[in-house]
């Protein structure tokens, strides 16, 4: 469909300059899907080609480039006719028809020339187009440049943003499209071709792929590796093309194989793959049977290049080494596999006079060992045969010693004869044929001891035999007559007797003086043997050994000993006393006798003689000298008496001092001794409680003492009281102390007080009395009130014991009038009170209301006596009567209209009453009553 948009002319009038008038022609091809651009086509004023170009280039793409017939049509038929035609994109330059702008010679086939045309006038190089012309419509013409033609402009329909990248824009007639690269499609040429999607993963190896523009589409690019023990199988590169298909098939990674192995039956195989059988990763273990060992590695490995790790092993079977026979033996052996094959079985025999050492049988084990290998035949054995004492034996050894057919003959030395026989032979069962003969020593005759000695022999060979030696020897004391020694000869005999024993002589003894001496004798006097005892006489002691005895050497066993006095313990001195002895054999010695005196003060305490006696013991213990004893002393009451005793409590020299206890005196000598004689040299004194100075009752009190040491003396407690109304002014209690001076001073009895009584308020009198001290105990007062006061409560009061005074303090009360009530008009009243209501000093004024006047006075005074100085006044009407003016006041009075003669009545017979008492003219019932109201008590 086309529009034409009438031509619109725009005058800017500020700038007052005609905008060229433009025709638009627009050809939307869109149509449905709309919004895709097409050459449009514009044409400008009339102007010279080279304005025209550089306008279209300005408002436009460029001045239009004729390129087909189509085009050329379409032109014709867009824009209006005009009588000077367009001027369109050629120019000659350089004598070529040229499409300027593009600056591309416009080659024969494309130039449209109108008949005649294009003619070779100087000038004329710029081509215009005969549009809408009767005849060569739309062809060209060559023209002046300078001629002013409308320049036929077009605009491009693609623009940066027409296609993608991957898409050339090709402007066609009124539209353009999208001519789009290899492996793209898409309006705008935007997508890339896709290519089957590929699993990128995959056993064995990996993809790397790279996509350049979207994923598995056009130019993506993948690229395999296979990993180690895996081959590629295909290209190992593949791209998707611009038709959308992969250049190759997915290629694959295929395990790397390794040769399948067979394994004999002799052993065992056991494979574990890690893919495939006998593939990459795939490990083979081997083991052989028993009997059979493996030569080779016992495991295998499939590696990356496809070669086994290993070569391969084998099973061999075991072989033990060949046995041979050991001498004096015959062996056999057999076996399944070969005589000294695993399994195989050797069986061994000794000959006589031989035996096997170990196992007859041994086998060759899976380990390729014999299992009882070297065995013997060992020659059987006799018994060891020892040397032959005193003799020799001589054996012949042929399959070692003392071992079958050992031949053994045996001798004796000199001096020993052989008991058996001499030649012996080891058989066959081990034994030998005969025993081995004994060498026994020749016999000499037998020996006797000799009397007190005695016989030893060494016996190598048996007693009293070949080579017996003895020798005899004498007992102690006594002594050898002969030949010691004999000895047993080879030919049996002895070579000397044996001797006699004699025994041996000690010098002659003597008693000891104070003694004597008693001797045994087994072999003569004073010879060996012989015991002398001595005795002492009594009184006596020996000093040595008793027993003596003549020794082996001849010799006393000690010397004969002494007699000696006994001795008595030394005796000292008593203390304090002296002790004399006579001694005929030694001091303190048997007889010594001894007689003890005592020093002066002292006395003998018991025997003064003593005597050693013959036991050695004193007849008596020396006796003690004793002080002469004095009275025990007792410490004096409240005293205390302390003794120094160098002889014994109380005894000769003991000095006692008294002292005497706090608060207490010495009364005498206070130091005594004991003298000699046992008496005291003084009395123990007495202890006295030291005295206070006498006290007395206070007055009004008393005071009471208790008097442990007497009285007023130490210890002594006093407490003072008081009478009744009186009162300690100190404390009570005092105590005489040990300085003999009160603790207190005595306490003084006062006056209890009363409370301070005040004068009251309108008391004219106040009399009091003190017999003790202002306002105490025993204090009197009288009250009196003043005039026009009455006294209301006790008149006088006292102070009692307690403290408090006896009734409560009386008050003045002024003196009652009679009140006046309230009054009725015309007569008011006017009042003051300086004491009280109607009282003592209270006055009233009266007046009356205009036209009465006041019947009687216009003050009333209460006065001291509780009386008014007047009576009642009286309103009287001016000129009235007076029992009008009456009638009047009453009625007025009165509250209510009721009755007023009644009230006249009434009021005239109280006032009557009234005036037979006193002066009042009111009454109150109330002020009856009270009695209390003296005004009206007298
Ligand atoms: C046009 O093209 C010609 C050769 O093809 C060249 O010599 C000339 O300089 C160009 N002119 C311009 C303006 O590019
Ligand atoms: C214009 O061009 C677009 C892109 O090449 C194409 O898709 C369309 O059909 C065209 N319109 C016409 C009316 O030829
Ligand atoms: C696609 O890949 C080919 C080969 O590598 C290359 O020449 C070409 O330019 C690529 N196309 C684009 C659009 O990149
Ligand atoms: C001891 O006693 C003897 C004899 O009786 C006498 O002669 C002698 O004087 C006394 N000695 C003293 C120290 O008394
Ligand atoms: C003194 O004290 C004693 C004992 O406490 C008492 O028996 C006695 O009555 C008292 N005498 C007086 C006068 O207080
Ligand atoms: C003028 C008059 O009424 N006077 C009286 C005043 O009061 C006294 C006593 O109450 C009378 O006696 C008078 O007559």
Known sequence: MMFLESAHIRINLHHGMLIVALTVFVKDLGGIGGGVQAWTYHYSPRMKWEDGHIWCKKHFTGLVVIHNEEETAFVNDLVPFTRRYYWIGIKKVEKVWTWVDANKTVPLEAQNWATGEPDNITGQDCVEIYIKRDNDTAKWNNEMCHHRKAALCYRDSCIPDSCSVHADCVETVGNYTCQCHPGFIGPRCQEAKQCPVLNETFRGGRMNCSHPFAPHSYNSTCEVGCNEGYELHGYDLIRCDHTGQWTASLPTCEVKQCSPIFFPITGNMTCVDAVKPFSFGSQCDFTCQEGYRLVGNDTLTCLASGNWSEPLPTCTMVQCNSLKSPPHASMQCHGLLGEHSYGSMCALQCEEGFELIGNNITKCSASGHWSHP????????????????????????????????????????????????????????????????????????????????????????????????????????????????????????????????????????????????????????????????????????????????????????????????????????????????????????????????????????????????????????????????????????????????????????????????????????ANTECISSGSWSTDVPQCIAKKCPALNSPPHGFINCTDPHGAFSFGSKCVSSCESGFLLNASADTECTAQATWSREAAHCLARPCPLLAKPPHYGNMNCSHPYSLSSFGSHCNFECEEGFWLKGRSSVLCNATGHWSENLPTCQPVQCKAIPALSLPLSMNCSHPLGNFSFGSQCLFSCEEGFSLNGTDVLFCSSSGIWNNSLPTCKAEGLPVGTAMLLYTGVGAASAVVPLVLIGLAMLVMTRCRKRGNSILTDEHAWDENVNPAFES
């Open 374 to 669: 070297h065995p013997v035949c060992r020659a059987k054995k006799c018994p060891a045969l020892n040397f032959l004492p005193h003799g020799s034996l001589v054996c012949t050894d042929p399959h070692g010693s003392f071992s079958f057919e050992t031949k053994c003959v045996s001798t004796c030395d000199k001096g020993f004869f052989l008991n058996g026989t001499a030649n012996t032979e080891c058989t066959s069962s081990g034994s030998w044929s005969t025993d081995v003969p004994q060498c026994l020593a020749k016999k000499c005759p037998a020996l006797k001891f000799p009397p007190h000695g005695s016989l030893v022999c060494t016996d190598p060979h048996g007693s009293f035999s070949f080579g017996s030696e003895c020798v005899s020897a004498c007992d102690k004391g006594f002594f050898l007559n002969g030949t010691a020694n004999t000895e047993c000869t080879s030919m049996g005999i002895w070579n000397a007797d044996v001797p006699e024993c004699l025994a041996k002589k000690c010098p002659a003894l003597n008693s000891p003086p104070h003694g004597s001496l008693v001797c045994a004798d087994p072999h003569g006097s004073f010879r060996f043997g012989s015991t002398c005892v001595s005795t002492c006489d009594k009184g006596f002691f020996l000093n040595g050994t008793a027993n003596t005895e003549c020794t082996s050497l001849g010799s006393w066993s000690t010397d004969v000993p002494q007699c000696l006095a006994k001795k008595c313990p030394a005796l000292n001195s008593p203390p304090h006393g002296f002790i004399n002895c006579t001694d005929p054999h030694g001091s303190f010695s048997f007889g010594s006798t001894c007689v003890s005196t005592c020093d002066k003060g002292f006395f003998l305490n018991g025997t003064a003689n003593t005597e050693c006696t013959f036991l050695g013991s004193w007849s008596t213990d020396v006796p003690q000298c004793l002080a002469q004893k004095c009275p025990a002393l007792n410490s004096p009451p409240h005293g205390f008496i302390n003794c120094t005793d160098p002889h014994g409590s109380f005894s000769f020299g003991s000095t006692c001092v008294s002292t005497c206890d706090k608060g207490f005196f010495l009364n005498g000598t």
